[in-house]
């Protein structure tokens, strides 16, 4: 499935698609509408999604993800590759070498979870101006 396959898909298409889910992650408290705005949270913040983009392609060590993800901070990266693991879509391993090597790749779980980021990357890329273009108009009616 491509990435437009993706986008024609009728959860895609179809803002009303999100009320037939089972659980409502909007307006319901249960436990199990925690855990999905929990979750979408982790996986919706900027660097957690270009983890996940540079991981699609393959294992990468530490200094490589930081040269491919610009205005990311050591700590930041540090961060997002702990929270990631801990969340079952990224795995590290470490390999006995002098010195040490150390790897992160996407597990099965966060390369189903590619699929949905590049979709959101292509929509970014592809509305990026049309976004620029609203916010400089609300600036200016602003001033």
């Known amino acids: ?14 803002p009303d698609a999100c009320s037939a889910a ?17 979750v979408l949270s ?20 530490f ?3 930081q040269r491919s993800i610009d205005g990311i901070s050591h700590r930041m990266l540090t961060q997002t590759l702990r929270n990631l693991e801990r969340d079952g879509l990224v795995s590290r391993t470490s390999y006995p070498e002098i010195p040490p090597r150390v790897e992160y790749a996407a597990t099965d779980l966060g390369r189903s979870l590619a699929l949905p980021v590049l979709g959101l990357v292509e929509w970014a890329s592809t509305h990026h101006a049309s976004i620029t273009d609203s916010r400089d108009a609300f600036d200016a009616a602003r001033d």
């Open 63 to 65: 200094t490589q993800l």
């Open 42 to 61: 982790r996986v919706g913040d900027k660097w957690s999604l270009l983890v996940i983009r540079m991981l699609h392609n393959g294992p990468l060590r």
């Open 22 to 38: 089972p659980i409502d992650p909007c307006g319901s408290e249960s436990s199990e509408a925690r855990v999905i705005r929990d």
């Open 1 to 14: 499935m491509t990435i437009t396959d993706a986008a024609a898909t009728p959860l895609a298409a179809d």
